[in-house]
Nanobody, 123 residues
């Protein structure tokens, strides 16, 4: 099993940036693909980005390409989400997820989840 703890959320103005972190513990971090999802009020949880075990391959939601960047540091057991040019519609709770299987964009296919961190984009 793996435990995930997100941090780095907060209030940011439109056009600003935030970097989310997700620290993992409890199992061999490098065995897991890692992903970020988000859920806005009244909406379903949606895929944001994912990275494979080695960090060589990344996947993004089409609408977020160019603004968001996922990366991982296996030495620190941490995955990051750099978010730039933030918009009010990016407001959501952001969740980190891990799974030992193939990368998929469907939340139900991911085995482990963090508790989420709130990101609010507002002036």
């Amino acid at each position: 099993q793996v435990q995930l703890v997100e941090s780095g959320g907060g209030l940011v103005q439109p056009g600003g940036s935030l970097r989310l972190s997700c620290a993992a513990s409890g199992s061999t971090f490098s065995r897991y693909g890692l992903g970020w999802f988000r859920q806005a009020p009244g909406k379903e949880r949606e895929f944001v980005a994912a990275v494979t075990t080695s960090g060589d391959v990344t996947h993004y939601a089409d609408s977020l390409k160019g603004r968001f960047t996922i990366s991982r540091d296996n030495a620190k057991n941490t995955v990051y989400l750099q978010m730039n040019s933030l918009k009010p519609e990016d407001t959501a709770v952001y969740y980190c997820a891990a799974d030992s299987g193939a990368i998929r964009t469907t939340p139900v296919t991911w085995a482990y989840w963090g508790q989420g961190t709130q990101v609010t984009v507002s002036s």
